[in-house]
């Protein structure tokens, strides 16, 4: 069996299966936890417009904090879209997609993806030196945060040496970018990168409770 | 025709032109990578290179190999150059058969000891010797008598060089390649479903010239001509690098001839020289006609999954083992939860 063979086989299956039960093990954990009841008079009949408001509000930036965090805002929405971007549309992956959901989607031309994944993982390596030279964020770092954007970061290299097919040989590359794909997917459920799934969910969460008391998230 | 004659008297007996002669020099320089300047040298050494004997061995495989060879768009300078080796035995050739036969094998053996190739295509069923036999010898047995003289063993087609289709899971017949019984002699494998007829003559043509065997790759190929991949010098690389691919076999990407590698082409991690020597007198290949290209000169090509499937796509198994993932995944989840509650629960209780 080939590195390659290897990559998109086994530890791909593998991977997944990890993948799945870190995710429903997150996911099911945090919604059966324990609440208290809230005995207020609820001020709305639905908690869905506070709900569905703080998800828009917070992903803005808010006018109070606009000098203090303007920078990360800005280099945060940059390398998510071209990471989104270099994810869903680059056309060699949406084959991925296809054998996996069973359906795929348009993709764009390579010339825009590779633009997005460039400017991703310059924005991504910067915001990883910044972190380590960075006096406060030095202090409030953790490993989760290191290997949350190195597994970030590894397939952006591995998946652009590839398609420029410099270093390793092609199907080698090819099985470093998958590798590292699983990386991602290993990772993913233990760490920040959950996030994913729930930020959303706990926005509305909190918009949705406050709502209940009359108080804008 | 004497194994005495030099291949310049042959090739004269034969009606080609000095002219034909040094074309066929240039075009093997050139298929080998090498600089003009060796093209004088190249047809020196094969103007003065004796017919070295050349046993053909054919075992488990479909004939596919030999036919590529002989239907190498016969009468050309390859066919020729092939003809100009003594060819002493090739069983799905020859006239002779039965005991006959077997003495010629036996015969150029002895009479070359040391010095005569042995081309091989097929594999070599171990599970049960019996499965390919040939005058009563197992396919093992016949190969290592035969391999004992042999300066050199070249494995024609992906069979005899890595199993190929016999090989396939489940390999009912023990398939095993040359190389995985004779250990002793230089191989070269010329892999391939089928191989290419002018990488055949050219590993010859190579051996005529220099005496020696081409460098190999880590599997063992000619660098020559397996050094670089189909995707590398493929006529429709351009169309991969904007991400232009056809989808379908009848769309519009298709019939403007863009890339086939979302149509499982294998291309980018399959290394032969089809995009360049190209097939039926350099007439296309594969990708030229349509079709993405299957692998077939990697090992174990059979049982990578669809021909159709893209190299993105994965291997991911199946629905049930994530649905199973996912309810253990929840299962845990829901564990963990009941923890944490009892543990609050208790907190709580001491509290008050």
């Known amino acids: 069996m080939t590195l390659l063979d290897f990559a998109r086989g086994p ?21 059966l936890l324990y609440r208290r009841r809230d005995f207020s008079q609820p001020r709305r009949k639905s908690g869905l417009p506070d709900g569905a408001r703080a998800i828009v509000m917070r992903s803005v930036l808010p006018p109070e904090l606009e000098h203090n965090i303007v920078f990360q805002h800005v280099t945060g929405y940059l390398w998510h879209i071209g990471y989104f971007v270099t994810v869903l549309f680059l056309g060699t992956h949406i084959p991925f997609f296809k054998s996996l959901l069973g359906f795929g989607w348009p993709h764009l031309p390579n010339a825009i993806v590779m633009i997005a994944a460039a400017v991703s993982l310059a924005v991504l390596v910067m915001l990883l030196v910044r972190r380590m030279l960075h006096p406060v964020l030095q202090k409030i770092s953790t490993s989760d945060d290191y290997i949350s954007v190195i597994v970030t970061i590894l397939p952006l290299i591995t998946g652009l040496i590839s398609y420029a097919n410099i270093g390793f040989i092609k199907e080698t590359n090819l099985a470093l970018h998958i590798l590292s794909v699983e990386l991602l997917l290993l990772w993913f459920p233990f760490g920040k990168l959950m996030h994913l799934f729930m930020t959303f969910p706990s926005r509305y969460q909190v918009g949705a409770a406050f709502g209940r008391r009359g108080v804008k998230a | 025709m004497s194994n005495s004659m030099t291949l310049a008297e042959i090739l004269e007996r034969r009606g080609v032109s000095r002219r034909g002669f040094l074309k066929f020099s240039a075009g093997i320089a050139s298929l080998m990578a090498m600089p003009p300047s060796m093209i004088p040298r190249i047809a020196a050494a094969l103007e003065n290179a004796r017919r070295p004997s050349l046993i053909y061995l054919s075992f488990q495989e479909c004939t596919g190999c030999t036919e590529s060879l002989t239907r190498s768009h016969a009468p050309t300078l390859e066919g020729l150059i092939f003809e100009a080796i003594s060819l002493d035995y090739h069983h799905t050739l020859q006239a002779a058969a039965g005991y006959g036969a077997e003495a010629a094998r036996l015969q150029a053996m002895e009479e070359n000891a040391g010095s005569y190739l042995v081309a091989v295509d097929g594999s070599v069923p171990l599970a049960d010797p019996g499965y390919s036999t040939i005058a009563g010898v197992s396919n093992v047995d016949m190969l290592r008598e035969t391999a004992e003289g042999a300066a050199a063993i070249i494995a024609i087609g992906t069979c005899a060089s890595f199993g190929g289709i016999p090989h396939a899971n489940p390999n009912p017949t023990g398939a095993v390649p040359i190389s995985d019984i004779v250990k002793d002699k230089p191989i070269i494998n010329v892999s391939g479903c089928p191989p290419i007829p002018t990488v055949i003559t050219g590993v010859l043509a190579q051996y005529l010239t220099f005496g020696k065997l081409p460098e190999l790759d880590d599997l063992g190929r000619p660098k020559a001509f397996f050094g670089q991949t189909i995707h590398d010098r493929c006529y429709r690389r351009p169309f991969y690098e904007k991400g232009q691919y056809a989808e379908t076999f009848d769309d519009e990407g298709a019939r403007k001839g863009w890339c086939l590698f979302r149509l499982g082409c294998k291309g980018p991690v399959t290394y032969n020289a089809c995009a360049t020597l190209k097939w039926n ?72």
């Open chain 1, 11 to 31: 530890a791909m299956q593998w991977a997944l299966i990890i993948f799945t039960i870190g995710i429903f093990w997150r996911l099911v954990g945090t919604v």
């Open chain 2, 281 to 352: 007198a350099g007439t296309s290949f594969p990708i030229e006609s349509g079709h993405g290209c299957l692998g077939c000169s990697e090992p174990n090509f059979w049982d990578k999954g669809s021909f159709y499937d893209s190299l993105s796509a994965t291997q991911w198994g199946s629905p049930a083992n994530l649905g199973a993932a996912a309810l253990a995944g929840a299962a845990i989840g829901a564990g963990s939860a009941m923890l944490a509650r009892r543990q609050q629960k208790k907190a709580q209780e001491k509290q008050s």
